[in-house]
């Protein structure tokens, strides 16, 4: 009957999240990773506000950029988009971003000043908040792919990561 080992508790310990969702506590930590938490935070608070509001119309957007951010948290942050050369995955951020700012922007509006709710009041708040996030982070793509973009871009690779503007190598004037 001394067969049965107690178990180990002295090894590394997972939270939750990271049992179902892998996030590389690099890319956590990193600019573009603490964006699209943001984003996919943003993204579902504001459709849990607009499920419980009358303005349940506007659900289906802070679904769809919810799915669209949780997929490119885990392709970052698992490293699949380097798998995959044939997608452009920076690009395909910076439209992602620029849609969810304008269609966030919106809906925000019209939730706000149409619906008396207080779940649309509160629904309309988030999404103005997930709007500036979104905006911020095509504004940091959009410098990333112009300079991978003034460079050259003829090495195959994803845009650098960095967005420090070097203007050194310019022969544009």
Known sequence: MGDIEAPDT???????????????????????????????????????????????????????????????????????????KGFHFPLMDFLRCVSASIIFFIISIISVSKFTDGASKAAGVFGFIATIVFALDFYFIFNDLANFLKQGGDSGDDPPRTSEYNDSDSDSD
Not at 63 to 69: P, S, T, V
Request: aromatic fraction near 14%; glycine fraction near 2%.
């Open 10 to 84: 002295t090894g590394p310990s997972q939270s939750v999240l990271q049992t179902i969702l892998p996030i590389a506590k690099e890319f956590a930590s990193s600019r573009k990773g603490q964006l699209l938490i943001a984003e996919v935070a943003l993204s579902l608070i504001a459709f849990i506000c607009f499920v419980a509001s009358t303005a349940a119309a506007f659900v289906t957007a802070p679904l769809i950029e919810f799915l669209a951010a949780l997929f490119l948290l885990f392709a970052y942050s698992t490293k699949f988009n380097e798998r995959f």
